[in-house]
Structures are given as structure tokens and as C-alpha cells.
């Protein structure tokens, strides 16, 4: 047995394995010992593929094997998130009733790019219908449980990523970010998220660019050099990609430790949409404040100058778009019916194909805005520094819309009501109910930035709380060099969840 198991990241077990001081068979007994002791109180895999890891492990480890351990995180268990990462042959049912058997017949690029890697891939984790909520509970799946609070949820749309990690089933998983779902778990379960930069990595072949730029896909981790290492195994366009972003410099694992400089850091505690910021996230953001100053930078009270609302309901509208098309895609390819999906993707996918097409590109074009908007923030400051969320994470089955309104959302789409919808002004007030627990995250998506949320403080009652650094377009290595930096100032790897 090997029992040392949890006390190493990714990148400490491949170098275990590497060294042949263990087997990557061990490494894989070891994962799946800990997903069988845990799972009956998490809940957080939505896909079992250990058949297929074991196999690839065999293959690995053969006698006759042509070749040995290949790749940065040889032997390292992994798991995908069940949302557009497709393994061909391998359920994909992105939380969904709809989809619970339907079965792609492509492997992604990021998959492949996993693959060659040397990640042994054991399954996919859970994440609410189509990715569209901040928390992990579905019909489908049940509800994904903290492993730091049981009573509360590990986020989402990541959720199942983040629950696997915290809760010592490996030390890094798949994760992706169209609006904070890289970053909102990684703070609820006290973990390392980063998202990076519009075109950082490729989305293909299936789609160009995922929710027009903003969603992006990297992971969850209990270190930066992980995040790190991952980035660099991941990023580079792929054939027919549609955008290039300039290179780093170097790999972003010579970041760890590298010099950075006396930065320049704007912070902000103020809901951009008005909403109420729960002390303990300020506290968080102020602590961090003081971190940055004894370790000398400057730091200061700013942030763009952005309209909050407008980007909330630019978003909602991209957001409504996108879960229509997404509908309409999944009934072709997998003869998943509407009918199907919970009443909140239902009302969503209506809201999306009663939106004009002026309406969306109108909304669209606002983000130029925003980016122009971030752009010149930059110029001033290296770093812009919030809380990751509003909010410590919402417990279990709170946030689970009412049936009498799951009733009426019925009524609406039975009739084609979309129109009556947008006129009431629902736009304007869904914004504000999706983000109010979230509201600082959407503006990096949007902006196509990068930015990470840093486990940094734990709560009166034991709970982890990120927070979230973002920087201008491209910056992901003076990003890794600051959290690399806080990590030695103030470790977190020693924490571990209690449950």
C-alpha cells in the first residue's frame, strides 16, 4: 500500500514514479482507494473510466513496453470534468438526465493534450446541468458535497473537480472557467485555480472558442507548480485554432520562485453589482492586502472603471445565447429532448432563442467596453485584487428554485413565452440573483484575461476562502510568479479538509 499517497502533489508523484521508487499501478491503487472510502460522503464522480486507466497503466508498465514513462505527470491519476472534455467512447452527460448515455465519438484536444501528459485518466467529475450554476446538484447525479462542510457545496460549475481535490482523491484535476468555475471552487475548498487568457489553450476540434472567448479550460490544484505544469503541457494553438496569443517567455514552471518585482496592486471589496460582500471575504481580501505590503508591494484601494450591471446583463445575455444553441446541439448529436432538462435550463434556453440577434450582438460589443476598460487599469496597476466570491459557499438544496416557479418556468415554454419574459425585465433580475453570490469573477471572462484564485484564509468556522488576483491579457507568468511567491509566505498545503 501506498499509503504517503496524499502528501505529495502531481508533480511529487511523478517524480516518485520517475525515480521507480513507485509503480504507477501503486499510484492508481492508491486514487481509487481513496474515491472508494470517500464517495459514498462527496459525491463527486460523475463518470467511473478505472477500466480504462487500469489498462493504460498496463500498458505503461509492461516489461515489453517500447518505451518508458512519457510526459511531465507520468502515472499521475486524473480526472476530466464531465463538460465538453470528451474521451471517445467514454459517457459525457454534463450533469444532464438528457444526456446521462450519450457517448462522443472524438477525443478532444485537451484530452489528448491530458494524455500526452502522462495523466492517467480514472473518470470525469460532476458539475451541475450543462455547467450553468455555482453549485454541484443534479437530478442526475445528486448533490456534490464539501469535503470541508458536508452540509455545503465545493461550487461549480467545477464542483466535482474541486470536491476530488479537497477531499485527497488525487491532487489535481480538470476544471474550466466561462465565469468563475475554475476559480469559485478552487476558493471554496481551498485550492489553487487558475483561468487563463482567451486562446492560452485550444477548445477543438469540436468548437473554435467556447461562450465566445470566455470559457477556458486548465484545473484545480493544491499547488501553483501543478497549476503551472499543466499549463505548460496544455497551451499552444492546435490545428485551425481561430486566435493566437504571443508565447510566455519561458515555461510557466520557471516561474516558481523567480523574482517579482515590487508590483503595483488595486484592490476592491465592493460588489459590482451591489450586492452585499460577507465580512469574512473582506477580511480575506485585507489580510491578503497586508500580505502583498510586507512582502513589498504597493497596494492601494482601485478598480475599473466598469459598469457592474452592464456587464452582468452583457453576460446573462451571452449566457442565455449560448445555453440555446447548447439545447438545440445535444438533441442533434444525442436525440437529448428539452423536456428533459431541469426547468431553470429550460427557461434559460427560451430566454436565449426569444433574444434578438441585434439584441446579442448589441450585448456583445459592450464587452469591448469592458476589456478597454481593464486594459487601461493595467496600465496603471500590475494586479487587480478581490475577493474571489461574495459569499461563503450556499448550503445544500438552498439555492434549488422553488417548485411553484419551476411550474410557471413549465407554463412559459409550453406557450412560447420568452418574449413576455424579456419584457418583464427578468433579464436585469436574473443577473442579479445568478451573480450576486459571484460577482467579481465574470469580469476576467470577459475581458479575456487571466486570473487565479489564492487559498490564502480560512474563516472563523474552518472554511476556506480565496482570493482572487487577475492581470492583463497574457500575464499568466507574472501571476504564477506572485502566487508562487505567497505560497512560500504563507503555505496552505499542510491544510487538509476534516470530513
Known amino acids: 500500500m501506498f499509503t504517503e499517497y496524499e502528501q505529495y502533489d502531481a508533480t511529487g508523484l511523478a517524480g516518485l514514479v520517475a525515480a521507480g521508487q513507485v ?3 501503486e499510484v492508481l491503487a492508491a486514487a481509487l482507494a481513496r474515491i472508494d472510502a470517500g464517495e459514498a460522503k462527496f459525491n463527486a464522480i460523475a463518470v467511473d473510466m478505472r477500466s480504462r486507466a487500469k489498462a493504460q497503466v498496463e500498458v505503461l508498465v509492461a516489461p515489453q513496453a517500447q518505451a518508458p514513462l512519457a510526459g511531465v505527470f507520468a502515472g499521475v491519476p486524473f480526472l476530466l470534468k464531465d463538460m465538453d472534455l470528451t474521451y471517445a467512447g467514454e459517457r459525457l452527460t454534463c450533469g444532464a438526465l438528457a444526456l446521462r448515455d450519450y457517448k462522443p465519438t472524438e477525443t478532444s484536444e485537451i484530452v489528448k493534450r491530458y494524455l500526452a501528459a502522462g495523466l492517467v485518466i480514472m473518470g470525469s467529475t460532476t458539475t451541475p446541468e450543462l455547467a450553468l450554476k455555482a ?3 443534479t437530478a442526475l447525479h445528486g448533490a456534490t458535497r464539501n469535503p470541508w462542510n458536508l452540509s455545503c457545496t465545493p461550487g461549480g460549475s467545477s464542483g466535482g473537480s474541486g470536491a476530488a481535490v479537497a477531499a485527497g482523491y488525487l491532487p489535481m484535476a480538470a476544471a474550466a472557467d466561462g465565469g468563475g468555475s475554475i476559480r469559485i471552487p478552487a476558493s471554496y475548498c481551498g485550492l489553487f485555480g487558475l483561468k487563463p487568457s482567451r486562446g492560452r489553450v485550444p477548445s477543438g476540434p469540436a468548437v473554435g472558442e467556447k461562450w465566445d472567448g470566455c470559457d477556458v479550460t486548465l484545473g484545480v490544484s ?3 507548480r ?5 499549463l505548460d503541457a496544455l497551451a499552444g494553438p492546435a490545428v485551425g485554432d481561430p486566435f493566437m496569443i504571443a508565447p510566455p517567455e519561458r515555461p510557466y514552471v520557471a516561474e516558481m520562485g523567480a523574482p517579482v518585482g515590487r508590483l503595483r496592486v488595486g484592490f476592491s471589496t465592493v460588489s459590482p453589482v451591489g450586492g452585499v460582500v460577507e465580512p469574512e471575504m473582506v477580511k480575506a481580501v485585507q489580510a491578503a492586502a497586508k500580505l502583498l505590503e510586507s512582502l513589498g508591494h504597493i497596494v492601494e484601494e482601485a478598480a475599473p472603471a466598469v459598469n457592474g450591471a452592464a456587464l452582468s446583463r452583457c453576460y446573462m445575455g451571452m449566457y442565455f445565447g449560448h445555453v440555446a444553441a447548447a439545447v438545440a446541439k445535444f438533441e442533434k448529436l444525442a436525440g437529448a429532448r428539452e423536456r428533459s432538462y431541469h426547468p431553470d435550463t429550460r427557461a434559460v434556453a427560451l430566454l436565449g432563442r426569444s433574444m434578438s440577434a441585434e439584441a446579442f450582438v448589441t450585448m456583445r460589443a459592450a464587452w469591448n467596453d469592458f476589456a478597454r476598460a481593464v ?4 496600465e496603471i496597476y500590475d494586479v487587480y485584487l478581490t475577493p474571489t466570491t461574495a459569499m461563503g459557499p450556499a448550503k445544500i438544496g438552498s ?7 419551476q411550474q410557471m418556468v413549465k407554463l412559459l415554454v409550453a406557450v412560447r413565452g420568452g418574449g413576455l419574459l424579456l419584457k418583464s425585465g427578468i433579464v436585469d433580475k436574473l443577473a442579479f440573483e445568478n451573480l450576486q453570490r459571484t460577482p467579481f469573477t465574470q469580469l476576467a471572462n470577459m475581458s479575456f484575461c487571466p486570473a487565479m484564485s489564492v487559498p490564502l484564509h480560512w474563516g472563523a468556522d474552518g472554511m476556506p476562502v480565496g482570493v482572487q488576483f487577475s492581470a492583463k491579457l497574457g500575464a499568466e507568468g507574472l501571476l504564477f510568479r506572485l502566487a508562487s511567491q505567497l505560497e512560500a509566505a504563507q503555505p496552505w498545503a499542510h491544510r487538509r479538509a476534516l470530513v
Open 226 to 230: 501543478d497549476s503551472a505544469a499543466l
Open 23 to 25: 509503480t504507477a499501478t
Open 375 to 378: 486594459g487601461a487599469f493595467h
Open 135 to 137: 453549485t454541484t446538484e
Open 222 to 224: 493544491r499547488s501553483v
Open 399 to 405: 439555492l434549488e428554485t422553488p417548485k411553484l416557479q
